[in-house]
């Protein structure tokens, strides 16, 4: 069965950094992705990468401080979270399609993590 496993969580302070990592199996995977949901908010799409060139995209509001990368021998992918903010501060989802990007903008990804908290205090 499909699985996304995700770990890395913690509780830091403000300007330091933490690595989420997101162990896949059961198939192989177009794009996975990291988003995120804050207390009282909607999730949040923040960064992608593709499962053959490595491309990756991110908001505005994590670029140059985030970096989502993959280890295909492990088929995991992870997020490098540098110069960490309170407003960070959220809980951590890693999500995955075997399809394509305009299916993934049609009808979003097909699997999800459980989640990881991050909390950056201040």
């Known amino acids: 069965q499909v699985q996304l496993v995700e770990s890395g969580g913690g509780l830091v302070q403000a300007g330091d950094s933490l690595r989420l990592s997101c162990a896949a199996s059961g198939r192989t995977f177009s794009f996975m992705a990291w988003f995120r949901q804050a207390p009282g908010k909607e999730r949040e799409f923040i960064a992608r990468?593709?499962?053959?060139?490595?491309?990756?995209l991110y908001v505005d509001s994590v670029k140059g401080r985030f970096t989502i990368s993959r280890d295909n021998a492990k088929n995991t992918v992870y997020l490098q979270m540098n110069s960490l903010k309170p407003d960070d501060t959220a809980v951590y989802y890693c999500a995955a399609t075997p399809y394509s990007l305009d299916r993934v903008l049609r009808d979003g990804y097909s699997y999800w993590g459980q989640g990881t908290q991050v909390t950056v205090s201040s």
């Open positions: 990468i593709s499962g053959s060139a490595g491309s990756a």
